[in-house]
């Protein structure tokens, strides 16, 4: 049973260009979100797809967008890369059919995408 | 003032000593309490969670949920050198369903032999 798996591993950018990552959820989740990790700090949540919706939604900037596809696989852009935008973006998944006392919020993370612009 | 605050370490123990991680939070709002355990170059993997206040138990592991107080803590027992990694606080609201989950910055425990 493949895990959560992103892409690329490792990216090196210049500051202004954009930056494509892409996510496959674990087999049977169908809701994906996407966490920035600055070196040093815990995770900070970006925002979450579920039915190819933006869902909810954390403190970023236009910059930031996603997508999610049929087959709940998702992808993060950020447009106008700043130097401060280098980190480790982690997706994480989940099944969203557990519901109130059952959705523990327990997610499953892939081992993220190091980020770096110069 | 950061909604969960965490003290970063690093923490540096003998192998089987007693291991007490902790966080702080503001928001009354968080229902929802997990530990995430981070190696080095890697996701979190989630080791422990607790609804509201209580504690829980699994193997060498000890999750503890303070609501009134706003504390956590997760203890591990008989340390071992593969416990060495971040530890990561996350709290959840209940209100929604989401998956936004607000982090600690980690404590980096290192168990020595």
Known sequence: DAGVTQSPTHLIKTRGQQVTLRCSPKSGHDTVSWYQ?????????????????????????????????????????????????????????????????????????????????? | QKEVEQDPGPLSVPEGAIVSLNCTYSNSAFQYFMWYRQYSRKGPELLMYTYSSGN??????????????????????????????????????????GNKLTFGTGTQLKVEL
Do not use: W
Not at chain 1, 73 to 100: I, K, P, W
């Open chain 1, 37 to 118: 990790q600055a070196l040093g700090q815990g995770p900070q949540f970006i925002f979450q797809y579920y039915e190819e919706e933006e869902r909810q939604r954390g403190n970023f900037p236009d910059r930031f967008s996603g997508h999610q596809f049929p087959n709940y696989s998702s992808e993060l852009n950020v447009n106008a890369l700043l130097l401060g935008d280098s980190a480790l973006y982690l997706c994480a998944s989940r099944f969203s059919g557990l519901a109130g006392e059952r959705n523990t919020g327990e997610l499953f993370f892939g081992e993220g995408s190091r980020l770096t612009v110069l």
């Open chain 2, 56 to 97: 829980k138990e699994d193997g060498r592991f000890t999750a503890q949920v303070d609501k009134s107080s706003k504390y956590i803590s997760l203890f591990i027992r008989d340390s071992q050198p593969s416990d060495s990694a971040t530890y990561l606080c996350a709290m959840k609201e209940i209100t929604g369903g």
